[in-house]
């Protein structure tokens, strides 16, 4: 079993940023990769960043490239996703998963999710 706690969201105007952290325990959990996605009102959950505990791969969508940075701490169990210039259209609840990046994207294993953080970004 994986369990995944992210915290550090909250509101903040446009330009700013926010670290995102993303707790995780179990004892299979470094066995995995690590993802961010996240979920707008009324919109699919997208993939946003990726990184092995290795370090040895990351991934940040085209879409915040250059603004969003994901780091993991292996002594820590934490991943992080540092957000700069955080734009109105950033808003979502951010959640943290564990899975594989294939061809295919990043696939979540056995619904490992954590619970969300909520981040908004007033304009």
């Known amino acids: 079993q994986v369990q995944l706690v992210e915290s550090g969201g909250g509101l903040v105007q446009a330009g700013g940023s926010l670290r995102l952290s993303c707790a995780a325990s179990g004892r299979t959990f470094s066995s995995y990769n690590m993802g961010w996605f996240r979920q707008a009102p009324a919109k699919e959950r997208e993939f946003v960043a990726g990184i092995a505990w290795s370090g040895a791969w990351s991934y940040i969508v085209d879409s915040v490239k250059g603004r969003f940075t994901i780091s993991r701490d292996i002594t820590k169990s934490t991943v992080y996703l540092q957000m700069t210039n955080l734009k109105p259209e950033d808003t979502a609840v951010y959640y943290c998963?564990?899975?594989?990046?294939?061809?295919?994207?990043?696939?979540?294993?056995?619904?490992?999710w954590g619970q969300g953080t909520q981040v908004t970004v007033s304009s």
């Open positions: 998963a564990a899975g594989y990046y294939t061809n295919s994207g990043f696939e979540v294993h056995s619904d490992y």
